[in-house]
């Protein structure tokens, strides 16, 4: 009896803490709602499985609507967020974890067979190809720079999920795309050993599943902690790389 009760008082409190509410965008595949309007994808196992093992209960929400989120987020409505990059002024209402579960990483997407032709090391050796962007996308500032320079065949328009199959049918070379995105498309719509990608990432960036300053509390920072430290062991074991190939996506270590 002496030994439970011990027991009970090394254990930390939040492994009996109430229901952790998390918000997410949609964005297949990594969180999206099945036929029955279940949350599925690559971020939403993730969680189940951190948090199960963990012996936390959780409800995922997943929303439409990323200004809505971030409202969410600073207001409390979440004690999590889903899938965040990494922004200074984001840290006025998120704490984050050590550990990324994502390195979302931008390449040029080209058609199988130009992938010994085309190389990119820099921007400029992509002069003589006709390269697809998409109005209002964050690109990278030397990308950007590049579309109002002559010396480049840059083709936009409003429509990114369009850019792929302007590829195939050869109205472009190149297209610079998350894997992520590319490869949810590509699944998406059959267009699988058509497309290829150029091994030199255009940007990469990690990505967190954030707490929100909110609804923390003085647990928070030792459930942080344990959340970093499965995280870590399924990065070491394998079973972080089985997830994205369940999805399809291919793993870059985040």
């Known amino acids: 009896m002496r030994s439970l009760l011990l027991l009970c008082l090394l254990l930390p409190c939040w492994l009996s803490a109430k229901e952790l509410v998390i918000g997410g965008t949609l964005e297949p595949p990594l969180k999206y709602l099945d036929a029955s309007g279940q949350p599925r994808g690559l971020d939403v196992d993730l969680l189940t499985s951190i948090f199960g093992t963990l012996k936390v209960p959780i409800r995922i929400e997943l929303i439409d609507s990323g200004a809505r989120l971030t409202r969410d987020a600073e207001t409390g409505e979440y004690d999590l967020v889903m899938t965040h990059s990494y922004k200074p002024e ?28 085309i190389h990119y090391e820099r921007l400029a050796d992509l002069k003589p190809w006709r390269i697809g962007i998409t109005k209002d996308f964050a ?111 291919p793993y870059v270590a985040p």
């Open 90 to 117: 984001r840290e006025s209402y998120l704490l984050y974890p050590k550990q990324a579960h994502l390195r979302h990483s931008w390449h040029f997407f080209v058609r199988k067979g130009d992938v010994g032709k």
């Open 139 to 249: 690109y990278t500032p030397e990308l950007m720079a590049a579309a109002s320079d002559p010396a480049y065949h840059f083709q936009e328009i409003p429509i990114n999920s369009l850019q792929l199959r302007k590829l195939i049918a050869g109205r472009i070379d190149l297209v610079p795309m998350p894997l992520v995105t590319a490869f949810a498309q590509i699944k998406e719509e059959k267009l699988e050993g058509q497309l290829d990608y150029l091994p030199k990432p255009l940007r990469t960036s990690p990505y967190f599943n954030a707490w929100t300053k909110a609804r923390a509390d003085a647990d928070t920072p030792a459930l942080m902690a344990a959340y970093d430290a499965e995280l870590l062991r399924m990065k070491q074991d394998g079973r972080l790389e089985a997830l994205y190939a369940k999805y399809g996506i």
